[in-house]
């Protein structure tokens, strides 16, 4: 393979990871606006606090694996704390409510990370079972990139499962359309939509520590990708997962060929793209019309 095309592959499979790793955040953000109807701005800090509870599950048990499966529960158990004393008191007060006590959250967990954690930039080892290099059509490729690939496409063949296979994801789809009918049979509908808000902050969590390695943790990792993930959910349609992945991966790679050939505007095509589409349909590719 000559090196031109080797090198436009390259890029291509650093974009579809940055893209994967973006729609495991901007999906846990969709899924919890279009089903509570709730928008979440401390959602980026779960993200980061993920990245921080793998680095000191690490740092404790030098086991990345222990890590991978601790650190996103951890952080969704934080989530759902906050959905059951926080944003279930104050959801009928209106979307301005929900900001104001969302920014709140987000910044008591940069506060309480630089008080544990320090301000300095913390490394996350690659297990060394990934981190080698894979010969793809005579090209050398790391190996951790396509883990996170896959580990993303795992978790988003068991998330659909879940909602379209399950009798969970048939309760949650049905409280969406019509909490009134599915409380009428019994079912307890504020425990659904913690069961949600825990799966979609659990989401945020895997792709932090999936993250880790790559971006190293720091207090702004949150403000890193928080900005990338609310564009997806903005471009993409407010609570559309089909809208959130189309998008996820036009901004990997955007990002990515971006970096590579126009570095000096890479920062600014994924707004400029945003621009256009909101232009063109206000509600994003797959947003709904009220």
Same mark, same amino acid.
């Given at each position: 393979?000559?090196? +031109?095309? &080797? *090198?436009?592959?390259?890029?291509?499979?650093?974009?579809?990871? $940055? !893209?994967?790793?973006?729609?495991?955040?901007?999906?846990?953000?969709?899924?919890? %606006?279009?089903?509570?109807?709730?928008?979440?701005?401390?959602?980026?800090? %779960?993200?980061?606090?993920?990245? $921080?509870?793998?680095?000191?599950?690490?740092?404790?048990?030098?086991?990345?694996?222990?890590?991978?499966?601790?650190?996103?529960?951890?952080?969704?158990?934080?989530?759902? #704390?906050?959905?059951?004393?926080?944003?279930?008191?104050?959801?009928?007060?209106?979307?301005?409510?929900?900001?104001?006590?969302?920014?709140?959250?987000?910044?008591?967990?940069?506060?309480?990370?630089?008080?544990?954690?320090? +301000?300095?930039?913390?490394?996350?080892?690659?297990?060394? =079972?990934?981190?080698?290099?894979?010969?793809?059509?005579?090209?050398?490729?790391?190996?951790?990139?396509?883990?996170?690939?896959?580990?993303?496409?795992?978790?988003?063949?068991? *998330? &659909?499962?879940?909602?379209?296979?399950?009798?969970?994801?048939?309760?949650?789809?049905?409280?969406?359309?019509?909490?009134?009918?599915?409380?009428?049979?019994?079912?307890?509908?504020? #425990?659904? @939509?913690?069961?949600?808000?825990?799966?979609?902050?659990?989401?945020?969590?895997?792709?932090?520590?999936?993250?880790?390695?790559?971006?190293?943790? %720091?207090?702004?990792?949150?403000?890193?990708? !928080? *900005?990338?993930?609310?564009?997806?959910?903005? +471009?993409?349609?407010?609570?559309?997962?089909?809208?959130? @992945?189309?998008?996820? *991966?036009?901004?990997?790679?955007?990002?990515?060929?971006?970096?590579?050939?126009?570095? +000096?505007?890479?920062?600014? #095509?994924?707004?400029? @793209?945003?621009?256009?589409?909101?232009? =063109?349909?206000?509600?994003?590719?797959?947003?709904?019309?009220?």
């Amino acid at each position: 393979m000559d090196p +031109t095309t &080797a *090198m436009y592959i390259a890029q291509g499979i650093h974009g579809i990871a $940055y !893209g994967m790793v973006l729609f495991l955040v901007a999906s846990g953000l969709t899924l919890i %606006f279009g089903m509570m109807d709730i928008l979440n701005l401390a959602h980026a800090a %779960f993200f980061m606090l993920s990245a $921080y509870f793998c680095y000191q599950f690490l740092s404790m048990t030098g086991n990345f694996w222990l890590a991978l499966l601790l650190a996103p529960v951890v952080t969704a158990f934080f989530g759902i #704390l906050m959905e059951r004393f926080l944003l279930r008191k104050i959801h009928a007060f209106g979307l301005m409510s929900q900001l104001v006590v969302t920014v709140g959250v987000s910044l008591v967990i940069l506060a309480a990370v630089k008080i544990f954690w320090g +301000t300095e930039s913390l490394p996350v080892k690659i297990p060394p =079972i990934l981190t080698g290099l894979v010969n793809i059509a005579g090209m050398d490729y790391p190996l951790y990139r396509l883990f996170i690939i896959g580990l993303s496409l795992v978790v988003l063949a068991i *998330m &659909a499962l879940l909602l379209y296979k399950t009798r969970i994801g048939k309760i949650v789809r049905a409280a969406v359309s019509d909490p009134n009918m599915v409380n009428a049979l019994g079912i307890n509908i504020p #425990l659904v @939509f913690t069961f949600v808000f825990g799966v979609g902050t659990w989401l945020a969590g895997v792709a932090g520590v999936a993250i880790a390695p790559i971006l190293t943790v %720091f207090p702004g990792l949150e403000a890193q990708m !928080g *900005m990338d993930a609310f564009v997806v959910v903005i +471009t993409g349609g407010f609570g559309s997962l089909a809208g959130a @992945f189309i998008v996820s *991966m036009i901004f990997g790679l955007l990002s990515s060929y971006g970096v590579q050939f126009v570095s +000096t505007l890479a920062p600014v #095509l994924m707004f400029a @793209f945003m621009a256009i589409v909101l232009a =063109i349909r206000p509600v994003g590719l797959f947003g709904e019309r009220e």
